[in-house]
Nanobody, 121 residues
Framework: QVQVMESGGGLVQAGESLTLSCTASGDNGAMGWFRQAPGKEREAVSC????????YYTDSVKGRFTVSRNDSKKTLYLRMDSLKPEDTAMYYCAQREYPGCSRARSAYKAWGQGTQVIVSL
């Protein structure tokens, strides 16, 4: 069974930066970041293919967030710059069994427990 674990969340002020990390025990799969704010649906934030050649970002984070992975360490990162209060959410890491990205939650088989990000004014 694939194990996924996020870390790096916290409380920051608007305009500051934060980097999330995620370790996953699976191999050869695309990895994604999702987030869920209170009272809202879980949404896809970013994804990176196996090998890191293709990335995806939802429109609201383009130019501010950067996804990367180090497959030798089985670790996924999400660098978040210029954070806004609307970025406040629980952030989840997930891994697919396939190398290509997907924005669909159902495409991911292994999920972490989430790490909280709170952005204050």
């Amino acid at each position: 069974q694939v194990q996924v674990m996020e870390s790096g969340g916290g409380l920051v002020q608007a305009g500051e930066s934060l980097t999330l990390s995620c370790t996953a025990s699976g191999d050869n799969g695309a990895m994604g970041w999702f987030r869920q704010a209170p009272g809202k649906e879980r949404e896809a934030v970013s994804c990176i293919t196996w090998g890191g050649t293709i990335t995806y970002y939802t429109d609201s984070v383009k130019g501010r967030f950067t996804v990367s992975r180090n497959d030798s360490k089985k670790t996924l990162y999400l660098r978040m710059d210029s954070l806004k209060p609307e970025d406040t959410a629980m952030y989840y890491c997930a891994q697919r069994e396939y190398p290509g990205c997907s924005r669909a939650r159902s495409a991911y088989k292994a999920w972490g427990q989430g790490t909280q990000v709170i952005v204050s004014l």
